[in-house]
């Protein structure tokens, strides 16, 4: 099957152009060519972008819920078709379902639902964000503190064994001895500070042991001081490390994050959603460790007034980062997609609208709602 779109601007390259057109065979881009190359004739369907912006589809390395779903409530396939479906309805072709702090025996089953996701391909299971249980008391937000531990060589094995997707382990490096970091990273896991109480020592220690990301930059997490940086200040610091973002305008003040973006190398920033149930969903609650919680006027907390997650969705994120931080939309799409890819060490699959790489797309309109998604070039 090949598939023609154009009449589109396409995120190609550096920037946006309108004067070529994007060839689909096989699930993966053939060819980006311009709008009189031979390719593009004898196609078996042509897409009418309608003028509209075709970027890469967006990558979310922390989802928590979707579509009404919660992935720590149900385990299994089942939530993770829900929460990919709830979200890909806001342009996220790729995602880490991610299971907060929660017993070993919950992390198991959550390792082993992800696992049969991505064999049965379920489009857009790229892996499993396992976020604690290995983090501080004193930044625990809404985890449970009851749940948190520091792990022993077996739930080390458990937690890295995921052995057909990325796996993603959020810690708080004072709590967790850098050899045990060491062996999940080579154990094939991606590390990242978040929900820690460290010094700048302690996370610099963390990163020499093979730290590479910070979770939801700024929250959870000690600020940047004139003579104790902390965690923050070891993160715009760190000039290869990734920083995850939550741009909802609540998360972080929109002045903090500009000053992460001028600190930063150019593609250290990436977007995510730490998106709960109600994205994608009509039923604006849910229920986390027995509580029920509720989105009010779009923010979620919880009984004891800390933030929940958020009712965030990724185009809305990508929309924020124009607007509120004066971004170019190129650049707010690299941060949703090819940035992530990265991050991930996917970045020869996913990221990018080149060819050879998975025909994932987002298509936008002139107000940059999602209009339509492709998933290896299957269309939603």
Known sequence: ????????????????????????????VAAVVALDDPQLAGADAVVDLQGGWLMPGFIDVQVNGGGGALFNNQTDVDALRT????????????????????????????????????????PGVLGIHLEGPYIAPARKGTHDA???????????????????????????????????????VANGAIVAAGHTA?????????????????????????????????????ALEDADSWCGVIVD????????????????????????????PMVGSDN??????????TAVDGVVRNAAGALA???????TAVRNTVELLGLP????????????AQFLGLQDRYGHIAAGYQADFVLLDQTLQVQATWIAGQRD
């Open 198 to 234: 460290a010094s700048y020592e302690e996370v610099r220690t963390g990163l020499e042991a093979g730290i590479t990301g910070f979770t939801h930059l700024y929250n959870a997490m000690t600020p940047l001081q004139g003579r104790e940086p902390g965690v923050v200040g070891a």
């Open 249 to 276: 305008g609540v998360h972080v003040h929109p002045a903090s994050l500009r000053v992460a973006l001028a600190a930063k190398p150019r593609g250290k920033m990436l977007l995510v959603t730490d998106a709960m």
């Open 309 to 315: 997650g958020s009712a965030l969705d990724m185009a």
């Open 146 to 184: 009851g749940k948190f531990r520091i792990p022993d060589a077996d739930e080390v094995r458990m937690a890295t064994s995921l052995d057909n997707g990325v796996t993603l382990i959020t810690l708080a490096p004072e709590r967790v001895p850098a050899s045990t970091i060491r062996q999940m």
């Open 1 to 28: 099957m090949k598939t023609v779109m154009r009449n589109g601007r396409i995120l190609a390259g550096e920037d946006f152009r309108d004067d070529v057109a994007v060839v689909v065979e096989d699930g993966r």
């Open 284 to 293: 604006p609650a849910f229920e986390l460790y027995g509580e029920v919680i």
């Open 329 to 340: 939309l190129a650049e707010a799409s690299r941060m949703a997609s090819t940035y992530p």
């Open 83 to 122: 929460m990919v479906a709830g979200h890909r309805k806001f342009g996220t072709t790729g995602m880490l379902p991610t299971l907060i702090s929660d017993d070993a025996e919950v992390m198991a089953r959550a390792v082993h639902a992800t696992r049969e996701a991505i064999a049965a391909q379920v």
